[in-house]
């Protein structure tokens, strides 16, 4: 995704606040309680929307897409029906997809962790233009 079409930062100030509201769907106790199956779906429609957000240029919701999508992947492996089951689940997952979600997810938090870094200097710059004596 070209730089000039990515969305400015909005959901964080770092990485830290951005893991907070991934975090909290994961460590809601029911979601421990559902059939693996059924979060194979919603891990899927999670994959389909930080698909959807890279498409649109928003980086922070895409991250937060794919690190909920990975950590419903780590919770449906913890499952029993996961242990009972694994080829099935292996399947269906695809193991490819997961570890080129890894992958992806990395190279979008090593964006976000430049642009969180980028931010006060581009305000600065942006300032400091605009104090600038245009006048020859």
């Known amino acids: ?10 959901k964080g100030k770092s990485l830290a606040e951005l893991k907070e509201k991934y975090l909290s769907l994961l460590e809601k106790d029911d979601i421990r309680k559902r059939p693996a199956t059924l979060l194979c779906k919603s891990a899927e429609k999670l994959y389909a929307q930080a698909e959807l957000f890279d498409k649109s240029g928003d980086e922070e919701m895409c991250y937060l897409a794919l690190m909920k999508y990975l950590g419903l992947i780590q ?4 499952s029993p029906e996961y242990r009972n089951d694994k080829k099935f689940y292996v399947q269906i997952l695809g193991s490819k997809k997961v570890n080129s979600a890894m992958d992806w997810a990395e190279k979008v938090s090593l964006n976000l962790e430049l642009s969180l870094l980028l931010r006060p200097l581009f305000v600065l710059g942006f300032t400091q233009l605009l104090l600038c004596d245009t006048h020859v």
Do not use: A, G, Q
């Open 75 to 78: 919770v449906i492996k913890d």
């Open 1 to 10: 995704m070209p730089e000039s079409m990515t969305k400015s930062l909005y």
